[in-house]
C-alpha cells in the first residue's frame, strides 16, 4: 500500500513538471499502460468458446431466428 501511494505521488509530481509535448506523451502512455493494467486485473475473462447470454433472449427467439434465416436462404437460391 505504502509502495503504490510512493508511485502515484511521483506520478503525480512528473505531470505537474510536464513542460514539452514529449513528456505530454509519455504521461499520456504511461497512464494508458496503467488502466489497461488494472482493467486486467479486475475484469473478469470470457473464454473464446464461451457464449454470453442475454438475459432477454428466448428459446422462441432462437426458433423464430432460424425460421427466418431458413427462409432468407430458399429465397436467395431460388
Do not use: G
Not at 438475459?55 to 423464430?64: C, I, K, M, P
Request: glycine fraction near 0%.
Amino acid at each position: 500500500m505504502l509502495q503504490k501511494s510512493l508511485e502515484e505521488e511521483k506520478f503525480k509530481e512528473k505531470v505537474e513538471a510536464i513542460k514539452d509535448r514529449i513528456e505530454i506523451d509519455w504521461a499520456i502512455e504511461h497512464y494508458t499502460r496503467l488502466v489497461l493494467i488494472t482493467c486486467d486485473k479486475t475484469i473478469p475473462k470470457i473464454k473464446d468458446n464461451q457464449k454470453l447470454k442475454i438475459a432477454w433472449w428466448s428459446d422462441e427467439l432462437e426458433r423464430l431466428k432460424k425460421e427466418a434465416a431458413t427462409k432468407k436462404r430458399r429465397i436467395r437460391c431460388a
